[in-house]
């Protein structure tokens, strides 16, 4: 039975990148309404709430547990949180949605090393073949597969802000794999979330004069930020640390690579935003290095247990004819 929650989080998997794309696209919207330190305060103290309600309602709250780790949950909030999206919306101020995306294309890379290096996961060639695979892919799909956009980057301070909120999202990723040893996925969620929320209230308050706006939001901004609070922020991030819990922060990080693709997507879908055939080609890039860390090994282990099983049912009836 817990192989099989285990194999399941393969599929559960996919809809992060998913919630986490449409998010993107969301906050492009939301943010030119209510400023965007605001916007994420709301989001994520909200979702935090709903949450705790959730929690205490079906009596999961381990408080025993929740004060052994109560640091790293402390640091998940800071750095995924409040470190990531500080760091993320100031640098789009100062740089390039381009540069942004290329730096933080490179999260699966660090957090896997991080991962290898720091908590004992497996390195293979399959996880680095997708790895590269998956980069390339993200980098044809975000340059538009031209050498020329990529040449002509200046890297700038806004870039290194860039870099800070991945080194803070890579830091989430590490410690929710030791959060999650005595905690579970969903109280850790619900903690990094408040936490991180309430950080993002007092950073609103002392560098935005945004509050007064939320009630005056329009039908689609209110839309798009129901979105990111119950798909986006409650269920991507249950999801997501799930994932680092069952599957390992290496393999639960490749599923990152899929977020600007289907950003991609849903912008052409609901923006009316074009799409090249070059981006194409990156975006097959992308799902084939995935399938590669992910179904082709889950694929592969199903298969040696299907194998397994017919070897024990042979062993069973040539038991039963000697006898």
């Not at 986490?20 to 916007?39: D, L, R």
């Not at 052994?68 to 990531?84: E, S």
């Not at 390992?248 to 849903?266: D, E, H, Q, R, W």
């Amino acid at each position: 039975m817990k192989s099989e929650q285990s194999s399941a989080i393969y599929f559960w998997l996919l809809l992060v990148p998913l919630f986490w794309g449409g998010a993107f696209v969301a906050a492009e919207h939301v943010i030119t309404e209510v400023p965007p330190i605001t916007a994420a305060a709301f989001r994520f103290g909200t979702a935090g709430l709903l949450l705790l309600i959730f929690v205490l309602l079906k009596g999961n709250l381990d408080v025993k547990a929740i004060k052994k780790q109560w640091i790293p949950i402390l640091l998940m909030a800071i750095t995924g949180i409040l470190g990531y999206n500080a760091f993320f919306f100031i640098a789009l101020d100062i740089t390039s949605a381009i540069n942004g995306s290329l730096i933080v294309a490179t999260t699966p890379v660090l957090l896997t090393c991080g991962a290898v290096l720091f908590l004992g996961e497996v390195w293979n060639k399959q996880l680095g073949l997708g790895l590269v695979l998956s980069l390339l892919g993200v980098i044809i799909v975000i340059s538009e597969g031209s050498l020329e956009t990529i040449m002509r980057m200046e890297f700038n301070k806004g870039d290194l802000l860039f870099l800070g909120g991945l080194i803070c999202w890579v830091i989430h990723g590490l410690l929710g794999k030791i959060a999650m040893r005595d905690v579970s996925p969903l109280v850790t969620t619900t903690f990094t979330s408040l936490f991180g929320g309430f950080f993002l209230v007092i950073a609103s308050l002392f560098f935005e004069k945004g509050w007064g706006n939320i009630p005056y939001m329009s039908t689609q901004a209110w839309a798009e930020m129901l979105f990111m609070i119950i798909c986006s922020s409650v269920i991507g991030f249950i999801l997501w640390n799930h994932g680092i819990k069952q599957i390992g922060a290496s393999k639960s990080g490749i599923y990152m690579n899929l977020v600007p693709i289907n950003t991609a997507l849903l912008a052409v879908v609901f923006y009316g935003s074009s799409i090249t055939f070059t981006q194409i080609i990156g975006m097959i890039m992308v799902i084939t290095g995935v399938y590669f860390v992910t179904f082709h090994q889950y694929l592969k282990h199903k298969r040696m247990q299907r194998k397994m099983a017919d070897f024990e049912g042979v062993a069973v009836l040539t038991k039963k004819g000697g006898t």
